[in-house]
């Protein structure tokens, strides 16, 4: 496991570590581009997040079909062409060489669909790909295994379903895989780790469930993991980051409650710790996705449908902070920032608060960074030494 350190702010030659608060791990972000909604769908590629379809079920149903581009580095979103399958939610998706795959879903006649469309970023187009061969389905899980796109369970004409297949967009053609182990259901949370699989949570026949799952391409088998900590849940979010898987929010059976609180599987030691809440409210069908290390959720509903969108970065809280002692000045700056006391070469980025990288390069020994033309406000230099395994956290100013 890779030992986090984080350097204070302070304006002396010599820095302590000194923790930033937990509370930054959320940041909230521009609102949603389209309306208010839950059970949306939500995918990246490359630095671009997208976010579409849904559905708002109270007083008056609406249905969307509309898809939305978010960039991180200006907060920004940006309509981009409807889905090709029309008004649809609780679709899922996946993302393969920089081409986005969305499918499956229920539509404004309560019709449940097994087609799939990708999503071409370059021309903003989408295309139809070969159909799901399962049952029509909604509340489907999905995920990605070297190049293959993983889509299984959902909630059918024929009830909760386990069946899983896999996707080879090189051929355009869907093939069988084992059954999921776990019982049916729909609304579980799927990612992938290390060519492996992981499905987990979700609604079964009568409950939620807090179970987990891990898939093994190479021997096409499901074996049973830790559980998602002590309560069930269903509809709920999830993701990878820098070897983490994590799950939080959702809701318990009987629709009560709408959990905020987040779960960080370790892969290596297969257990579940329990991290800082989710800041925004307690809610159910938050969608989410992953650009360069840091996440990105939002929509749902907790009773009223939300647009509200954040930005999470465990790289922000103070989880296994141990102290260091290290050189870089001045801090505040104004045109530059010295670094010294570091014994080898090291990678290094440099983000804005709002996670937006301005800088990326190697550190040696005695380097300095030209701040001239960066904007005044607070920045996170982040550097991983491959030899000690470390990786090092430090904020500092730009006057």
């Not at 090291?346 to 001239?372: F, H, Y």
Request: net charge negative.
């Amino acid at each position: 496991m890779k030992k986090l350190l984080q350097i204070g702010l302070l304006s002396l030659t010599t820095f302590w570590c000194e923790s930033i608060q937990a509370s930054e791990q959320w940041i909230q972000r521009a609102n949603f581009g389209g309306a208010a909604r839950h059970r949306c769908t939500g995918f990246s590629i490359g630095n671009k997040g997208y976010i579409g379809g849904g559905h708002i079920n109270s007083g008056v149903s609406v249905y969307h079909e509309d898809y939305w581009q978010y960039d991180p580095s200006s907060d920004s979103w940006t309509q981009i062409a409807d889905f090709g399958g029309g008004k649809r939610y609780h679709s899922t998706a996946f993302t393969i060489d920089g081409v986005g795959y969305v499918g499956m879903g229920e539509d404004d006649n309560d019709t449940y669909h097994n087609d799939f469309y990708r999503y071409i970023p370059q021309y903003n187009i989408w295309q139809p790909i070969a159909n799901y061969p399962g049952n029509p389905r909604r509340g489907a899980t999905s995920f990605v295994i070297d190049g293959w796109g993983y889509v299984g369970t959902g909630q059918s004409d024929f009830g909760y379903e386990d069946d899983f297949y896999r996707y080879n967009p090189d051929d355009d053609q869907w093939y069988v895989i084992t059954n999921f182990l776990g019982e049916a259901r729909s609304s579980a949370v799927g990612f992938s780790h290390n060519n492996k699989g992981y499905v987990g949570t979700g609604h079964i026949w009568g409950d939620d469930t807090k179970d987990f799952y891990e898939y093994d391409p190479f021997t096409n088998s499901w074996s049973q993991k830790a559980d998602v900590g002590p309560i069930n849940r269903q509809d709920a979010t999830g993701f990878v980051l820098n070897g983490y898987g994590y799950i939080g929010t959702g809701n318990d059976v009987d629709g009560e409650l709408n959990f905020e609180d987040f779960w960080r599987y370790d892969f290596e030691n297969d257990t579940w710790t329990q991290i800082e809440d989710f800041n925004g409210q307690g809610r159910r069908y938050m969608v989410s996705f992953t650009i360069d290390n840091i996440a990105y959720a939002g929509t749902g509903t907790d009773g009223t449908n939300l647009r509200d969108f954040w930005m999470f970065n465990p790289l922000l809280g103070n989880e296994e902070i141990e102290n260091i002692e290290i050189n870089l000045y001045p801090n505040p700056a104004s045109s530059y920032i010295e670094i010294s006391g570091i014994k080898n070469t090291v990678s290094a980025q440099i983000r804005t608060l709002s996670g937006q990288k301005i800088w990326e390069g190697e550190l040696s020994p005695n380097s300095r960074i030209n701040l001239e033309e960066w904007p005044t406000g607070s920045y996170i230099l982040t550097a991983y030494s491959e030899l000690s395994n470390t990786q090092l956290i430090r904020r500092f100013s730009k006057q």
